[in-house]
T-cell receptor, first 113, second 111 residues
């Protein structure tokens, strides 16, 4: 049973380009979370989705950032017109239900040049 | 915010000693979870303790939860070099709520 798969592992974008980060949750999991982490810091909550629904996006900037978790296919975190401050590690996690532990992917490290 | 805050931020102990990390949070929770992160990797779940539980064990790990004080502790007994990592607490709030992480404790085990 494959774990949470994130791709790409590393992504380099120039300022102004778009970044698309993909996350395939564990099989059978319908809850997906996205977090952002800067070096030596904790995880900052961005968005919580269930299949086809955004449950809580309070941690995600209203401009340039969007997330989706379609009925079929992976969850996508999309960052438009990236800026240097978007450089960070972005982690996806999935769970099967409430009161259940999160299973994390190994993250996508975004570098904006 | 229901964010957990860990204490201390960094901890260095001798191999074989016990390590204790604390977590405080602000609002009512469904559960509290502890995770471990090795450098450059994703987080690994250690223990989940529900709001109606007071203590839980898993191998060398012991977690306590005091909902009256809104605090939790993680004890690692007989530490090993391989326990060197960052440890995070996370809280899940009531009813379909997001899971929020604290800022973590960086644990170093000296050989």
């Amino acid at each position: 049973n494959a774990g949470v798969m994130q791709n790409p592992r590393h992504l380099v974008r120039r300022r102004g380009q778009e970044a698309r980060l993909r996350c395939s949750p564990m099989k059978g999991h319908s809850h997906v979370y996205w977090y952002r982490q800067l070096p030596e810091e904790g995880l900052k909550f961005m968005v919580y989705l269930q299949k086809e629904n955004i449950i809580d996006e309070s941690g995600m900037p209203k401009e340039r950032f969007s997330a989706e978790f379609p009925k079929e296919g992976p969850s996508i975190l999309r960052i438009q017109q990236v800026v240097r401050g978007d450089s960070a590690a972005y982690f996806c996690a999935s769970s099967g239900d409430y009161n259940s532990p999160l299973h994390f992917g190994n993250g996508t490290r975004l570098t904006v040049t | 915010s229901q964010q957990g805050e860990e204490d201390p931020q960094a901890l260095s102990i001798q191999e074989g000693e016990n390590a204790t990390m604390n977590c405080s949070y602000k609002t009512s929770i469904n559960n509290l979870q502890w995770y471990r992160q090795n450098s450059g990797r994703g987080l690994v779940h250690l223990i989940l303790i529900r709001s109606n539980e007071r203590e839980k064990h898993s191998g060398r790990l012991r977690v306590t939860l005091d909902t009256s004080k809104k605090s939790s502790s993680l004890l690692i007994t007989a530490s090993r070099a391989a326990d060197t990592a960052s440890y995070f607490c996370a809280t899940e709030g009531r009813s379909a709520s997001k899971i929020i992480f604290g800022s973590g404790t960086r644990l170093s085990i000296r050989p």
